[in-house]
């Protein structure tokens, strides 16, 4: 995708957005039509890398990184690690040091900000699959799943962290507020999602990593089986172990190389950035950064002490990898991801760099082949407390032998997944969800909130608010979340 650069973005900016602060809100309020737009094959491809530049986000105000921009998944981190225990804030300025402490408001920027992404990615997709018809029959079908991937994905960001949202499959007039601000239940929007990915999966192939691919759509409708009220067991078994068969993908032998050698043969599904590039870039990497800030670095994921001692007991090398501090010398004091450390970091005692700092190039990894391992574990297991099955130690082993930790595993208990799944996955937003699925969300926050002093409340620390600014621009049909 850092090839094709995003070469919709010029076109779709025109295309898709309204002026000032309009673009903020999820409303399809263009600026052209789009009907004006999709004429020709060539518009709908362009339409298509326009939903991923949405996914991606703007980069801008590179040197605060605060405010309302739209910013994709670039502050995904806040609304996922930091509510967790693995990460926080360094300091308790802000709104972004908000959500470590589980006192997020209905008026809190960052949360808005992702909320209305994800509805730009929707709105952008249901576009196109409004105009497919003009594109040439050869490729309609694989622009509209590629396109129903990407809905797909967004809203299953978006059931997780909000709750019932309001689920539009089409291109809708401003105007018609039923149908843009009624919260529809959660188990519905989740049906739209399976058979928005069930699609891909029978149309994709995979061909791409920075792009829908039939893996990739395998492997999130993996998670939407498992994360359901009534979790689809056999059917994410099946989907992991298709994935396992394709031969495809395989763990890199350096876990370095999994997060500094870009699209490798262990991703699945990643949204690219192109370092020093204003409009391609990301800033996520540098708000990692956490103790020497030159004006800039706002310290966040700041690594708790109950993570470190789990990289301490199975991290192997692994942890070098995932966490550092500036001394270079790692306790159980405060450490920084170092994970996605912008390009031409130093750390090094009397030596740190932080490079490129806020136009970082670092892919967001969305999939990779570990956590489809780690997934098929957890759907062989089907809620049970530990298993032995033969298939799922040999996905457990994989992963553990990858770390240097080769001691033969013979069974797997659920506290044991969970634990791999967190050191294996830190920082890439995969701890909030795992809690849930695994029915310790309450269980472990809640104890890690009285450990810390945090305020918790099983209502607000379960779902976010539903952002005030659109409450308001519905006139009070989109109703608030409970705690808010």
Not at 102 to 131: C, G, H, K, P, W
Request: with cysteine; hydrophobic share 40%.
């Amino acid at each position: 995708m850092k090839k094709l650069k995003y070469i919709a973005l010029a076109i779709v900016a025109t295309t898709f957005t309204s002026c000032g602060d309009d673009f903020l809100n999820p409303l399809p309020d263009t600026a052209v039509s789009v009907e004006s737009f999709f004429a020709s094959d060539d518009d709908i491809l362009a339409g298509i890398y326009g939903v991923y530049d949405a996914l991606q986000g703007t980069n801008e105000s590179t040197e605060t990184n605060i405010g309302r921009a739209n910013r994709g998944v670039q502050f995904e981190h806040l609304l996922t690690e930091h509510r967790t225990d693995n990460t926080r804030n360094a300091t308790l300025e802000g709104s972004k040091s908000d959500f470590h402490r589980y006192v997020v408001e209905a008026v809190n920027v960052e949360s808005e900000d992702f909320y209305q992404s994800m509805y730009e990615v929707i709105f952008r997709a249901n576009n196109i699959l409004t105009y497919i018809g003009v594109a040439d029959q050869s490729n309609q079908a694989r622009y509209t799943a590629e396109a129903k991937f990407l809905r797909a994905y967004a809203y299953f960001k978006l059931v997780r962290l909000y709750g019932d949202v309001p689920l539009v499959t089409e291109p809708i007039d401003p105007t018609n507020e039923a149908a843009l601000f009624t919260r529809i239940a959660a188990a519905e929007v989740y049906g739209q999602i399976i058979a928005d990915l069930q699609e891909a999966v029978d149309v994709l192939d995979n061909s791409h990593k920075s792009r829908a691919s039939k893996a990739a759509a395998q492997g999130i409708l993996a998670k939407v089986y498992l994360s359901q009220a009534t979790p689809n067991y056999s059917g994410a078994e099946i989907l992991c172990e298709d994935i396992i068969a394709s031969g495809g993908y395989s763990l890199m032998s350096n876990y370095n190389d999994v997060f500094y050698s870009e699209l490798n043969n262990e991703i699945i599904f990643a949204i690219q950035y192109q370092a020093s590039n204003a409009e391609e870039s990301q800033g996520f990497s540098a708000e990692f950064t956490s103790f020497v800030r030159a004006g800039r670095e706002d310290g966040q994921n700041i690594v708790n002490e109950n993570l470190y001692n789990d990289f301490v007991a199975i991290g192997g090398n692994r942890t070098a990898v995932s966490i550092t501090d500036i001394n270079g010398e790692l306790d159980n004091t405060e450490n920084e991801v170092a994970k996605f450390f912008p390009e031409g970091t130093v750390i090094a005692p009397g030596n740190i760099d932080y490079g490129v700092g806020r136009n970082a190039g670092n892919d967001y990894i969305a999939l990779r082949y570990a956590d489809v391992l780690l997934l098929h574990v957890e759907a062989t297991m089907a809620g049970a407390p530990a298993t032995v099955d033969p298939d799922a130690l040999v996905s457990f082993q994989a992963v553990r032998n990858r770390a240097g930790l080769t001691a033969t595993v013979t069974s797997v208990t659920k506290e044991d997944l969970m634990t791999e799944r967190r050191v294996e996955l830190a920082f890439e937003n995969q701890r909030y969800f795992d809690l849930k699925r695994f029915g310790e969300f309450e269980n472990v926050l809640s104890a890690h909130a009285d450990e810390m002093g945090y305020v918790w409340d099983i209502n607000n620390a379960r779902f976010l608010p539903i952002p005030q600014r659109e409450i308001n621009l519905s006139g009070g049909l989109l109703t608030q979340n409970l705690g808010y």
